[in-house]
C-alpha cells in the first residue's frame, strides 16, 4: 500500500466567524502561480497544507458548506499547475483537495468584501522550486547595437483587484488590458520600438512586481494605464501622472535600506548595481538617476498628454504629479496614464468602444515616438537616425543626383525616406542612408 507523507502544515487560522456558504471556486492563472478563489458568504475559519506521493494542497474550512449544486471539480480544467479540484463536507466544514501536477508552495490569506466581490479566501500556489529559488545578480549584457527602444505598457489591476466600477459592471481591468494591448501594437508598428506587456492576462500582479518585469526587459519608458474614478459622474478627461517629490524621496531612502540586498540594475546610469557601492556613492547614484527620470517622466508624460488632447477631452492639460507606488522605480522614466473616468456614463461607454480604443492607443504611441525622437536612448536605432545626414531638397534636385552626391543608391535613399515612384518637393527633408 502506498503511504502518505504529511510534509509540511503551513498554517491554521482562527477568526471571529460565523457558519459561512462556500458560494463559488474561481482560479486565475499568471506566469508566477495559479490563484484560487474561493467565494464565501462570510468570513472562514481554515487551515491548509501539503501532501506528497501524489502532490496535493489541502485547504480546511470549519463551519462552512458548500452551496446547493456547487460542484468544484468543474472549476479547475486545462491548468498549468492543476490537475483538479475536489471537495467533500468534514464534520461541520468543508475540505477542498487540489491535485497538483507538481510540488506548490501554497500562501493563503482572505480579502474583505469589495464591490463586486463578497468575503474571499486566496490561495496562490507557487512552484516549490521558484518559490524558493534564490536570484543571482547577473553582470548586465551589452546591448546590441542599434537596439530597439523598450516601452513597457502596464495595465492596471487584475485577478482579484478589479480597479474602478462603471456602468453595467464594466470592470477598470478590463478594460485597460484591452487599451494596452491596443497601445503595444501601436508601438510594435513604429520602426525601432518595442513593447512588453506586464500584464497579459486577468491575474494580479503587486506593484513591484510590475516594474520588475520591466526592469527585466531594461525598458526605456514605463507606462501603466487605468481608468479614473470619481464620486460625481459629472468628472470626465484624460490625465497623465508622474512621481512626486515626496515619494521620490521615500523611494530612494528605500533602495538605500535594501541595498545590501539589491541585484536590480540602474538603466539611467549606466546599467550598474548598488550591491558594491558604498553609502555615499550609492546615494548619489540614486538621487542622479531619480532626479533625471523624473525630469525625463515629466516630458514623456506632456508628450503624451499632448497627442491625447488631439482625440479626447483632458480631465487637466498639465502633467501632474502623486505618490503612486507603481511609478516608484529609480531606474527608468515612469508615467501613470488616466485614459478617462469609468465613473462617468459617457465616458465609459467610449472607452469600452473599440474605436475609441485604438484612437488611444495611437496617441499614446506617438506622444512616445515624439518624445523619444527628442531624448532618443543611447544605442538605440532612433538615436543613430537622428545623427544622419540630412539633405534639404532644393529646386532643380533630383533623388539620383541627391543619392550619388552623398555616394548612396537611389533605392536606399527611398526606402530610408519611404519615397514611392521619383516626386519630391522643393524644401523636403532627406534622411541620407548610412549603409546601402
Given at each position: 500500500?502506498?503511504?502518505?507523507?504529511?510534509?509540511?502544515?503551513l498554517?491554521?487560522?482562527?477568526?471571529?466567524?460565523?457558519a459561512?456558504t462556500?458560494?463559488?471556486?474561481?482560479?486565475?492563472e499568471?506566469?508566477?502561480?495559479?490563484?484560487?478563489v474561493?467565494d464565501?458568504?462570510?468570513?472562514?475559519?481554515y487551515?491548509?497544507?501539503?501532501?506528497?506521493?501524489?502532490?496535493?494542497v489541502?485547504?480546511?474550512?470549519?463551519?462552512?458548506?458548500?452551496?446547493?449544486?456547487?460542484?468544484?471539480?468543474?472549476v479547475?480544467?486545462?491548468?498549468l499547475?492543476?490537475?483538479?479540484?475536489?471537495?467533500?463536507p468534514?464534520g461541520?466544514?468543508f475540505?477542498?483537495?487540489i491535485?497538483?501536477?507538481?510540488?506548490?508552495?501554497?500562501?493563503a490569506?482572505?480579502l474583505?468584501p469589495?464591490?463586486?466581490?463578497?468575503?474571499r479566501?486566496?490561495?496562490?500556489?507557487?512552484s516549490?522550486?521558484?518559490?524558493?529559488?534564490?536570484k543571482?545578480?547577473?553582470?548586465?549584457?551589452?546591448?546590441?547595437?542599434?537596439?530597439?527602444?523598450?516601452?513597457?505598457?502596464?495595465?492596471?489591476?487584475?485577478?482579484?483587484?478589479?480597479?474602478?466600477?462603471?456602468p453595467?459592471?464594466l470592470?477598470e481591468?478590463?478594460l485597460?488590458?484591452?487599451i494596452?494591448?491596443r497601445?503595444?501594437?501601436?508601438?510594435?508598428?513604429?520602426?525601432?520600438?518595442?513593447?512588453?506587456?506586464?500584464?497579459?492576462?486577468?491575474y494580479?500582479?503587486?506593484?513591484?512586481?510590475?516594474?520588475?518585469?520591466?526592469r527585466?526587459?531594461?525598458?526605456d519608458?514605463?507606462?501603466?494605464?487605468?481608468?479614473?474614478?470619481?464620486?460625481?459622474?459629472a468628472?470626465?478627461?484624460?490625465?497623465?501622472y508622474?512621481?512626486?517629490?515626496?515619494?521620490?524621496?521615500?523611494?530612494?531612502?528605500?533602495?538605500?535600506?535594501?541595498?545590501?540586498?539589491?541585484?536590480?540594475?540602474l538603466?539611467?546610469v549606466?546599467?550598474?548595481s548598488?550591491?558594491?557601492?558604498d553609502e555615499?556613492?550609492?546615494h548619489v547614484?540614486?538621487?542622479?538617476?531619480?532626479d533625471?527620470?523624473r525630469?525625463?517622466?515629466i516630458?514623456?508624460?506632456?508628450s503624451?498628454?499632448?497627442?491625447?488632447?488631439?482625440?479626447t477631452?483632458?480631465?487637466?492639460?498639465?502633467?501632474?504629479?502623486?505618490?503612486?507606488l507603481v511609478?516608484?522605480?529609480?531606474?527608468?522614466p515612469?508615467?501613470?496614464?488616466?485614459?478617462?473616468f469609468?465613473?462617468?456614463?459617457?465616458?465609459?461607454?467610449?472607452l469600452?468602444?473599440k474605436e475609441?480604443?485604438?484612437?488611444?492607443?495611437?496617441a499614446?504611441?506617438?506622444?512616445i515616438?515624439?518624445?523619444?525622437?527628442?531624448?532618443?536612448?543611447p544605442?538605440?536605432a532612433i538615436?543613430?537616425r537622428r545623427?544622419?545626414?540630412?539633405?534639404?531638397?532644393?529646386?532643380?534636385?533630383?533623388?539620383?543626383?541627391?543619392?550619388?552626391r552623398?555616394?548612396?543608391?537611389?533605392n536606399a535613399?527611398?526606402?530610408?525616406?519611404?519615397?514611392?515612384?521619383?516626386?519630391?518637393?522643393?524644401?523636403?527633408?532627406?534622411?541620407?542612408?548610412s549603409?546601402?
Open positions: 500500500m502506498a503511504k502518505t507523507f504529511l510534509t509540511v502544515i498554517c491554521v487560522v482562527w477568526l471571529p466567524v460565523v459561512a462556500l458560494d463559488g471556486v474561481r482560479v486565475h499568471s506566469p508566477e502561480a495559479t490563484r484560487i474561493l464565501t458568504s462570510a468570513g472562514v475559519k487551515k491548509y497544507f501539503t501532501l506528497d506521493k501524489p502532490h496535493r489541502v485547504i480546511d474550512l470549519a463551519t462552512a458548506t458548500p452551496a446547493k449544486g456547487l460542484d468544484v471539480t468543474k479547475a480544467k486545462d491548468l499547475r492543476i490537475k483538479g479540484l475536489r471537495g467533500a468534514r461541520k466544514g475540505r477542498l483537495v491535485d497538483a501536477k507538481l510540488k506548490l508552495q501554497p500562501n490569506f482572505t474583505k469589495i464591490a463586486p466581490y463578497g468575503h479566501l486566496v490561495v496562490d500556489l507557487a516549490f522550486d521558484k518559490a524558493r529559488k534564490k543571482v545578480a547577473a553582470k548586465p549584457q551589452p546591448r546590441p547595437k542599434n537596439r530597439d527602444v523598450v516601452i513597457a505598457i502596464d495595465a492596471g489591476h487584475g485577478g482579484e483587484d478589479p480597479g474602478a466600477l462603471g453595467k459592471r470592470q481591468k478590463h485597460v488590458l484591452q494596452a494591448r497601445t503595444a501594437t501601436a508601438i510594435d508598428a513604429k520602426p525601432g520600438y518595442r513593447a512588453v506587456l506586464t500584464r497579459t492576462g486577468d494580479y500582479l503587486a506593484h513591484r512586481k510590475r516594474t520588475a518585469i520591466a527585466e526587459a531594461r525598458a519608458l514605463f507606462v501603466s494605464l487605468h481608468a479614473d474614478a470619481f464620486t460625481s459622474s468628472a470626465r478627461g484624460a490625465s497623465v508622474t512621481l512626486s517629490d515626496r515619494g521620490a524621496t521615500s523611494e530612494t531612502a528605500k533602495w538605500l535600506a535594501e541595498r545590501a540586498n539589491q541585484s536590480d540594475l538603466g539611467g549606466g546599467d550598474v548598488l550591491s558594491d557601492k555615499v556613492l550609492a547614484l540614486l538621487d542622479l538617476s531619480m533625471g527620470n525630469s525625463y517622466s516630458e514623456a508624460g506632456q503624451i498628454l499632448n497627442q491625447l488632447g488631439k482625440m477631452k483632458l480631465h487637466k492639460k498639465q502633467v501632474e504629479q502623486a505618490s503612486f511609478l516608484k522605480s529609480p531606474d527608468m515612469s508615467i501613470l496614464v488616466e485614459t478617462g469609468i465613473s462617468n456614463p459617457q465616458e465609459a461607454r467610449r469600452s468602444q475609441h480604443q485604438t484612437k488611444l492607443a495611437s499614446i504611441a506617438d506622444g515616438d515624439q518624445f523619444m525622437r527628442s531624448n532618443p536612448p544605442g538605440t538615436a543613430a545623427q544622419e545626414l540630412r539633405h534639404t531638397i532644393a529646386r532643380g534636385d533630383t533623388l539620383s543626383e541627391i543619392a550619388a552623398y555616394g548612396v543608391s537611389a535613399l527611398k526606402r530610408r525616406n519611404a519615397i514611392r515612384g521619383d516626386k519630391i518637393r522643393v524644401g523636403q527633408t532627406l534622411f541620407i542612408p549603409e546601402l
